[in-house]
Structure formats: C-alpha cells, structure tokens
C-alpha cells in the first residue's frame, strides 16, 4: 500500500467525480491519503472530505500565498480545527519567495504563528517553501527545538540543502515533478535522501508525473512516480511503497 502525503481532494477539480477518484486510488494501491488546506474556509472543506472518507486525513494551515488574508480572527478559528480527531497535521504552511503572492514580511510572520501552533500542539508541521530555503532555515532554528516532526512538501532544491532539513529531523516528500526531463538536481536529492525519512506525495490536481503531465493530477498516479523513485534507488518497488508507508504512518500517527 501507498500513501499519498499531500493532496487537495476538496478542491473544486474533483466536485464532478470525487467519490471515483478515491475508488481509484485504493484499487490501485494508494490506501491513506492526507488532504491538505490551504486557508480557513478550504481547511473546512478539507476536514469534511477527511470526515467523509476513512482513507483520507487532513491537515489545516495557510499557504504563504494566502497570508495576506490571514487575520487574527480567521486564524484563532483555523487553530480550533487542529484539535479535530481527523487532523493529523499544520499546514501547508511557509514561505513563498517565487511568486510573492503575500508580502515576504507577512508570509514571515505568518509562519512564526504557525511555528507557535506546532509547539502548542504537538502536531506535525507541513511546510510549502519556494525560492526561500535560507530563511525557513533560519526561522525554524530561531523557532523549534530540534529534532522537528514534521515534512518539506514537494521538495525542490538539491542535495546539500535537503540535508540541512534531515539535520532538524524533517521528512523529506518528492512528487510528479521528479520525473521532468530537466529535474537531473532534483533526482540526485531523492536519491541521497535517507529512505527512513522519505515520503511521496502527488500535491494533486497538480503535477501530474511525466506521463501525465498537463493532465490534472490524481492520487492514484502516485503509483507511477514511486515506481520511478524505486528505479531511480535501485530498489525493490514493494520495499519502497512499504518503507514510504511506515513513515507516513509514524510521522503522522496513522492507525
């Protein structure tokens, strides 16, 4: 069995199908999925999917994108949601520095509630980074006592950063964008990455692996890019479907 570390089902690309798309994916193998949101209102719609769905979990945050929007009262409701027993994690939450959708200062300061919220909770942190590796560094050793529970989703950087992140004790997930053509960088990282801290994810309807790609993205083609992160290894596929598993299910505490 798979599990698909990051997904958005809730997302209005699956309001026509959505009870086939997970069919789908336990048929073929991804059996637990954790659908993230990504503001107030789609944290909700998030938890109703997870509610809805005993294979799927969610996660509650504020994309960087959306931190500008972020006010202190839709903030003190969203912290109420990390309590719900289907919530297995903060996030996606973090840093943004590509597509400066929210101030940088903002987004900073964002992360720094969200960095509280792991400490008072005790939950998982799921991070979104994007051109600002140096400063999610830096904050997160201003902020958190290491080792850190916790994952950088879609990982986009190279090796020697990546293992700045193992240092603090982050899990490390890939996805579709591993298998472009041009992605060479990104590849020699997963395959350093330590296989007790890797993850796979889909970040679908986004990213669809290379077979796919323009196509809007699934859980179930997760099965396509673990196989390639198994090719990739050299490595048995079962062996890493079951590895990857194991660590999403101690990272998140999944039954």
Not at 13 to 25: H, W
Not at 32 to 55: C, F, H, W
Not at 217 to 242: M, Q, Y
Request: charged fraction near 30%; include cysteine; aromatic fraction near 10%.
């Amino acid at each position: 069995m798979l599990t698909d570390t990051h997904l958005h089902l809730h997302f209005p690309q699956y309001d026509l199908d959505r009870d086939e798309v997970i069919r789908r994916a336990i048929a073929g193998g991804v059996g637990l999925m954790i659908n993230v949101g990504t503001d107030l209102e789609d944290s909700r719609k998030a938890v109703q999917v997870a509610e809805t769905y005993p294979e799927v979990y969610a996660a509650v945050g504020y994309h960087p994108h959306e931190s500008k929007n972020a006010s202190r009262e839709e903030l003190a409701e969203l912290e109420k949601l990390v309590a719900h027993p289907r919530v297995v994690g903060v996030g996606e939450v973090g840093l943004d520095y590509f597509h400066n959708h929210s101030p940088q200062e903002t987004q900073r300061e964002i992360f720094r509630v969200f960095l509280s919220w792991y400490r008072r909770h005790q939950k998982p942190i799921i991070l979104h980074c994007r051109e600002a590796y140096e400063d999610m560094l830096r904050l997160l050793k201003d902020e958190l006592e290491p080792p850190c529970r916790g994952v950088i989703h879609c990982y986009s950087s190279d090796s020697e950063m990546m293992f700045k992140f193992l240092e603090l004790g982050f899990y490390v997930a890939f996805g579709g964008a591993l298998t472009y053509k041009k992605n060479e960088t990104l590849r020699e990282a997963c395959r350093q990455c330590p296989l007790d801290r890797l993850l796979i994810e889909t970040d679908a309807p986004y990213l669809a692996p290379q077979s796919r790609r323009g196509e809007r993205n699934e859980p179930l083609f997760l099965v396509e890019t673990a196989k390639f992160i198994a090719s990739l290894r050299g490595c048995d596929p079962e062996r890493l479907f079951t590895e990857t598993t194991a660590n999403a299910r101690r990272l998140f505490d999944l039954c």
